[in-house]
């Protein structure tokens, strides 16, 4: 999804027109919280329906850098995180996370909580990867991924049925990007090393190191 703000730069026309595109049912949009947000699709369509040029948005910038040690040192490691359920340990959490702008906060949240209704992102051995389930062009411009380390377990309907006391918050502008991230993370859990210092709870140093260093082996 992109923001009214962008899809008027796309459309070159002010945001004050975009609204009035969306009152007119001309342009279909989802409203989050006082926000609306459009599908990117459908904003070019628009386009190619009127004749006008399409401005793409650059994502060079956003793809530039996937070293996951890099997002976790940006994003930040945390622990001792509080939560006696799925969903305050998943807000206390996400409310920790570095980069993210308070005021789109309780939007992600929720996002966070449909995926979870969808099906647990609990991966096993006490790990879940909470993540939201579509893009959040919008609320963010570069993805971001933090870890988090509750102050105990708690139940999170696992693949594995165990307990979760590790998760690995991702927040990803588009589908592309939100993919290599999960794939480059689903490798380092199964890196024996890499793994074995997530579990148990290295200093945030130690788990930088890590991580840098299965990424090598990964060839990223």
Same mark, same amino acid.
């Given at each position: 999804m992109i923001s009214v703000k962008e899809?008027?730069?796309i459309l070159g026309v002010s945001p004050k027109k975009?609204?009035?595109? #969306?009152?007119?049912?001309? !342009?279909p949009s989802h409203r989050l919280g006082k926000q609306y947000y459009l599908e990117r699709n459908e904003v070019t369509n628009f386009m190619a329906e009127t004749g006008k040029p399409v401005v793409e948005v650059n994502q060079a910038e956003i793809e530039a850098d996937l070293h996951l040690?890099?997002?976790?040192?940006?994003a930040g490691i945390y622990y001792n995180v509080a939560g006696d359920t799925k969903t305050t340990a998943l807000h206390n959490a996400l409310s !920790? =996370?570095?980069g993210i702008d308070l005021k789109v906060m309780e939007p992600i949240f929720q996002m966070f909580l449909s995926r979870e209704e969808l099906a647990s992102t609990g991966v096993g051995n006490g790990i879940a990867i909470p993540h939201a389930r579509g893009t959040l062009v919008g609320? +963010? /411009?570069q993805p971001l991924l933090s870890l988090s380390f509750l102050d105990h377990p708690i139940e999170y309907d696992a693949i594995d049925g165990k307990p979760v006391e590790i998760l690995f918050l991702l927040i990803s502008p588009n589908v592309q990007t939100h993919l290599r991230i999960l794939a480059k993370l689903a490798y380092l859990?199964?890196?024996?090393?890499?793994?074995?210092? =997530? =579990? /148990?709870?290295?200093?945030?140093?130690? #788990?930088? @190191? @890590? +991580?840098?260093?299965?990424e090598k082996r990964f060839g990223k």
């Open positions: 899809a008027a730069d975009v609204y009035q595109l #969306i009152d007119q049912g001309r !342009l040690s890099d997002m976790l040192a940006r !920790l =996370i570095k609320y +963010i /411009n859990l199964q890196d024996p090393q890499c793994r074995e210092t =997530i =579990i /148990n709870k290295a200093p945030q140093e130690t #788990i930088l @190191a @890590a +991580i840098a260093l299965a």
